[in-house]
């Protein structure tokens, strides 16, 4: 994940509430479930001394928060008496994590996050396009429709001479509303930076929609099955085949970052890792490029008053010279410090085994 938008997050002042939740509504109880688990989370955050200011901050975020659409989770991080962060995420987590601590707890915001592709969606038939952009940060930017000539834009049977003039007609109609589609896809994609077009509607126009794109939009172009203009069941359908398409996106680059991190590892010397005493030196030279985490437990590293400052213990980091430091909960400390150097974080499964939970991809 890119780490620029937790930047800000990182640097407000703490102590930090973290809460993860599942806010699924795809059951008729859903409500009550949440209100359920809203109680609990404040009765949690009360036990470990949060105070109650930021409790009703936080309390009054998820009370107030729009009922998602289907399965969805949701991470709402807090101090000082704001909402810090308030996002859905693209998948629940596994189970309520709530935490008071000095170091906001990033991690299940990074592995489940909807952040991170801008892309957009468009939905095609003969007389031309819904067309939906999506920021990094999961918000809808824009919506318009692009309307070409409503007729004629239909065959009809027949095989008489006047009837083949129709059918050429309907096919030059066609073809010019899907060029202004094309032009209009290219065009937006380009000014949000996309990662990602969504091809949805009718077959036969996506299919001639996709061809006529220029070659930069048709190279992240991609077809699905599911919406249609005017279907009120499109947007849950259309939703769905998002999903799937951008969890295949994260979990794809999880393959590669792992294959390189294995690459680099095996080199003598590589540009990788492993071990919190290799991470932590690391992350003190500024020299991450990219934070790998599996499960660390409830490993510990030592603190000090810069966020990069690092370190197995405070033996360590006296010798570099930090005269102040504390004990802090690593899967909390090193998020953090990796934001600071302005690294990346990724959080994987189990397709990598690494040392202590922790691995580093090194810039030089």
Do not use: W
Not at 222 to 227: C, D, K, L
């Amino acid at each position: 994940m890119d780490t620029t938008t937790l930047r800000e997050l990182t640097e407000a002042g703490g102590p930090f509430v973290s809460v993860y939740f599942e806010d699924s509504h795809d059951t008729e109880d859903a409500a009550k479930q949440l209100e359920l688990k809203r109680r609990d989370i404040r009765e949690q955050l009360a036990g470990k001394g949060a105070g109650d200011d930021t409790i009703e901050a936080v309390d009054r975020a998820i009370r107030d928060g729009r009922p998602p659409v289907g399965r969805s989770g949701r991470a709402v991080l807090a101090a000082r008496d704001q909402v810090l962060v308030d996002e859905g995420l693209a998948e629940p987590p596994g189970a309520t994590e709530v935490r008071f601590s000095e170091l906001p707890y990033l991690l299940p915001l990074v592995a489940h996050s909807a952040i991170g592709t801008p892309y957009l969606v468009v939905i095609a038939d003969r007389t031309g396009a819904d067309l939906t952009a999506v920021d990094a940060k999961g918000r809808r930017q824009s919506v318009e429709r692009v309307d070409g000539e409503d007729h004629p834009v239909h065959k009809v049977r027949g095989g008489a001479e006047a009837h083949r003039d129709i059918q050429a007609r309907v096919e030059e109609n066609v073809h010019r509303n899907l060029e202004q589609v094309a032009e209009r896809t290219a065009k937006l994609a380009a000014e949000l930076g996309a990662e990602l077009i969504v091809l949805a509607g009718e077959v036969q126009a996506r299919r001639e929609l996709r061809e006529l794109l220029p070659k930069p939009a048709k190279e992240i172009a991609t077809e699905v099955t599911a919406g249609a203009r005017a279907d009120a069941a499109t947007p849950g359908q259309l939703d769905t085949a998002i999903g799937e398409l951008l969890a295949g996106r994260r979990l794809a680059r999880l393959d590669r970052v792992a294959e390189r991190f294995r690459a680099e590892l095996g080199r003598a010397p590589g540009l990788a890792v492993s071990g919190l005493e290799g991470v932590t030196t690391a992350l003190r030279e500024g020299n991450v490029e990219t934070l790998l985490v599996t499960e660390p437990g409830d490993a510990t590293v030592a603190v000090g008053e810069a966020a990069a400052q690092v370190a197995v213990d405070k033996g360590e980091l006296a010798a570099f010279g930090v005269g102040t430091s504390t004990e802090r909960r690593a899967d909390e400390a090193l998020p953090v410090a990796a934001v600071s150097v302005g690294a990346g974080i990724v959080v994987f499964d189990e397709r990598l085994d690494l040392a202590e939970g922790f691995g580093a991809i090194l810039r030089h």
